[in-house]
């Protein structure tokens, strides 16, 4: 059955040209394609290499804060973190606070593995950077990071 005859709102069409959620997602996914591939030899994808990186750069971190550091849900996280846990490149443990409480650390592994990693990751970014251009990308970062404080609790 041919959906030629559906009827198409004007304002669905007029939305897709302008809708930031639907370009947001749409960038992302192509960067994201780039430095998965690039990554491919480390066994790490993007979503796990960025997860690393803030553990390492946070020390032992609570799966909240690591959520947080993400803008991402605790069940995202949850399923980020358990091949990383399997492989052994970041260990879990109770806080000594408080015992409810994971904290999540880079291990040795982790540590060698995000070594051999950034390589890649830079070969990736500087692919990205060539592609969109130096000022592009500064404007993008710039962009992105005032938009990574926007929310639902954050209407304003």
């Known amino acids: 059955m041919s959906h030629d005859n559906t009827p198409k709102s004007d304002l669905a069409l007029q939305a897709i040209e302008v809708c930031l959620c639907f370009h947001t ?14 990554l ?3 066994g ?13 750069s946070r020390g032992p971190i609570r799966i909240g804060e690591l959520s947080d550091a993400l803008v991402s849900d605790s069940t995202t996280i949850s399923r980020t973190i358990k091949p990383l846990l399997k492989s052994g490149l970041i260990s879990q443990s109770p806080s000594p606070e408080d015992g409810r409480i994971k904290l999540i650390e880079l291990t ?3 540590a ?3 070594d051999h990693a950034l390589p890649l990751w830079q070969q990736a970014q500087s692919l990205v950077a060539k592609q969109l251009g130096g000022e592009t990308v500064q404007n993008m970062l710039t962009a992105l990071e005032k938009a990574s404080y926007l929310g639902p609790a954050n209407p304003d």
């Open 25 to 38: 997602r749409k960038a992302s996914r192509a960067i994201t394609q780039i430095f998965d591939k690039l």
């Open 40 to 42: 491919a030899p480390t």
């Open 44 to 56: 790490l994808k993007a979503t796990q290499l960025s997860l690393l990186m803030v553990v390492n």
């Open 108 to 110: 040795v592994e982790g």
């Open 112 to 114: 060698v593995a995000l």
